[in-house]
Each structure stands twice: as C-alpha cells, then as structure tokens.
C-alpha cells in the first residue's frame, strides 16, 4: 500500500499529476484545491490513497492531511466512490465541506457537478456526526499552512538545526509575500538561520 509519494512534478492535467520518483512515473488523481499548490519541476510530497479493485489501482494524492482525511470520510459513505470523492473536494475547500456537513447546508453541496440532492443529504446524515467530532478532521482548526510549515521546519531540522530554531525560521519564512513553495519557504528560511 502506497500512503505517500515525493517526487518532482513532471506533468500536470487538471486533475491529474505525473510524479517521477526516483526514475519511476506515477500518475496521481488529485483535486483542484492541491493542484493549487503544483507547478511543473518543483519536488513535492503528496498523501496517497491508494484505491485497488479487482480490475483496477489509482492512485490519488492529496497535499494536505485534512482534504486526504476529508476525502476519505466522504468515500465510506453510500454511493460516494473515489472518482466522486476527488470531485466533491475540487468542489469545496475543506473548511468548506466541513461547514456545508456540520451545518446541513444540502444546498452548498448540491452545487458540487454530479451531487443531487439526496447524495448531499445522504453525505450529511452519514457525516455529520463524524466531523462534530473535535478530533475528526484535527487540521481543519489549523491556520492554513500548518503542514507546510511543519514540512519546511522538518527539512531544517534534517539540515541540522535546533527544532525550536527551524520552527521559528519557518513560521518567519511562510509569513513573506514572495514565498510561495516549500523550497523557497527552506531557502528563505535558511538566509535566517545563517545571518
């Protein structure tokens, strides 16, 4: 079973990313919300759920802890397969979704492409007591790029800087307007922890 990848992005689709590992091609299935955070020849490290059948393997990847954790909740609900799954969080963010299942916003689920209105109420009476659970989807309260900065701080680290001080030079690093990748957040970071 294949729970993570790390590669560099060969090729991007709308909702699919060609990952070279280590000289090996992976196709992944992702959502909108993490081909946001793509872009042809950056290394990249995505969550994996790995879907096997009888007749078929796909591999789908999600950037975030919280939008895999989504996705998976929402598949073990009746009628809700991974294909639709994908969608539902290309549809949402995943503070959104949260929102539309534990309010029973049927109507804000609804406008996801291929969810009627009973898949949205079956997804919220089959869900919404799972994600009241303070510990359902723990990122979800997170302020956004908490995993990001965890990545960035875990890099330093292995660099062999003190945790406190990578954390620190990370939380610093995400804060400036021109970083927008985990290698410029290291890079940015490092100009800090070497002054």
């Given amino acids: 079973m ?14 699919k990313v060609y990952l070279d590992v280590s000289g090996v091609g992976y196709g992944v299935e992702i959502s909108t919300q993490t081909r946001a955070h793509l872009k042809e020849g950056i ?10 059948t009888d007749a078929d393997q796909r591999l789908f990847g999600f950037y975030e802890k919280n939008e895999k954790q989504l996705f998976e909740k ?6 809700v397969g991974p294909k639709l799954g994908i969608t539902i969080v290309s549809g949402l963010s995943a503070e959104s979704l949260i929102r539309a299942i ?8 609804s406008k996801v492409p291929g969810i009627g209105k009973k898949t949205a109420e079956r997804i919220i009476l089959e869900l919404k007591d799972k994600l009241g659970d303070a510990g359902a ?4 309260s997170a302020p956004k790029g908490a995993s990001v900065a965890e990545e960035v701080a875990s890099a330093l680290e292995s660099l062999g800087f ?3 001080q990578a954390e620190e030079a990370a939380t610093k690093a995400l804060q400036e307007e021109d970083v927008k990748t985990i290698p410029a957040a290291i890079k940015k ?4 922890l070497n002054k």
């Fill in 2 to 15: 294949i729970s993570f990848l790390k590669g560099f992005v060969e090729e991007l689709e709308d909702n």
């Fill in 43 to 52: 290394e990249v490290k995505l969550l994996i759920y790995h879907h096997i």
């Fill in 74 to 79: 929402l598949i073990t609900v009746k009628g």
């Fill in 102 to 109: 534990t309010s029973k916003d049927s109507a804000a689920l």
């Fill in 137 to 140: 989807v723990p990122e979800s």
């Fill in 162 to 164: 003190k945790k406190r």
């Fill in 189 to 192: 970071a490092l100009s800090y």
